[in-house]
């Protein structure tokens, strides 16, 4: 995402001048304004749209969350980077604004994720495990299916319909991490009330190899999922920053 960012690529990147990429940050507090709750030498981190890949940094203390001197950056990057957007994902499949956020969500239910190899895509199916699902598949390449099974899914073909298809599997939530847009396929394997969610930065295209939903991407995605039953984007940035509470580490990241 940083490539994107420095290119000039990324949504929300502005004309003209390219943005200073990064959206995990890990630090400690040099300066606490006024009005901050956060006091000078506190060790925190968040989730920004871009800028994180500095030396130093500017945010709002209102979405930073304490964490222990003791945690390692890259082990709280990864929760930032992949299990706070899983987390997300699967709180938006789980239904409506009253059905999320409770234990177990996933309780007996079948979740396809669809690019279970994806850093999102690995952490949906570990926290899909752990909130109780039923079973889960995962598509991926032909060597990536040992992996796959390992942590629990049951391995499918990447983007390959015919094979999908011939399955015949009825799926109660369909998460899909990729910037492939799949809704005419992924939509027909839902059970009726069943749900489809977008991650709005799929970072995998349809060839396999990595890419990034564009701005176009984005408003078509947001167009067609607009018009279908049950179908929606997941904007991970915009519920971390709109549901902080419900993303504080000593919460949302105790089932890690």
């Not at 994107?4 to 400690?28: A, H, L, Q, S």
């Not at 991650?199 to 991407?217: A, E, L």
């Not at 408003?219 to 904007?235: I, P, S």
Request: with cysteine; glycine share 10%; proline share 3%.
């Amino acid at each position: 995402m940083d490539c994107v960012i420095r290119k000039g690529g990324w949504i929300g990147n502005t004309g003209g001048f390219r943005d200073v990429p990064g959206m995990n940050i890990v630090g400690t507090v040099m300066i606490a304004g006024p009005e901050a709750t956060f006091k000078e030498g506190d060790r925190v981190a968040t989730v920004v749209q871009t800028g994180g890949n500095a030396r130093f940094t500017v945010c709002a203390s209102k979405i930073l969350l304490k964490i222990d001197e003791r945690d390692e950056a890259h082990r709280t990057c990864a929760i930032l980077a992949a299990y706070m957007p899983a987390f997300a994902l699967i709180q938006q499949g789980a239904g409506n604004e009253s059905e999320r956020y409770r234990l177990n969500p996933m309780f007996g239910q079948d979740v396809f994720v669809n690019g279970g190899m994806s850093n999102n895509g690995q952490a949906v199916i570990h926290l899909a495990r752990l909130f109780g699902a039923q079973n889960i598949y995962a598509t991926g390449k032909q060597n990536d299916y040992r992996h796959l099974s390992e942590i629990g899914a049951l391995p499918l073909p990447l983007n390959n319909k015919s094979a999908m298809k011939e399955y015949g599997i009825s799926i109660d939530v369909v998460i899909d991490t990729t910037s492939f847009e799949m809704l005419d396929l992924l939509s027909p394997m839902r059970v009726p009330g069943g749900r489809v969610v977008f991650d709005q930065y799929g970072d995998i295209s349809k060839n396999g190899k990595h890419g990034f939903r564009s701005k176009m991407d984005l408003v078509l995605l947001y167009g067609k999922t607009f018009m279908a039953r049950n179908c929606h984007v997941c904007d991970y940035l915009h519920n971390f920053h709109e549901h902080f509470d419900v993303f504080q580490v000593g919460t949302a990241c105790s089932y890690l």
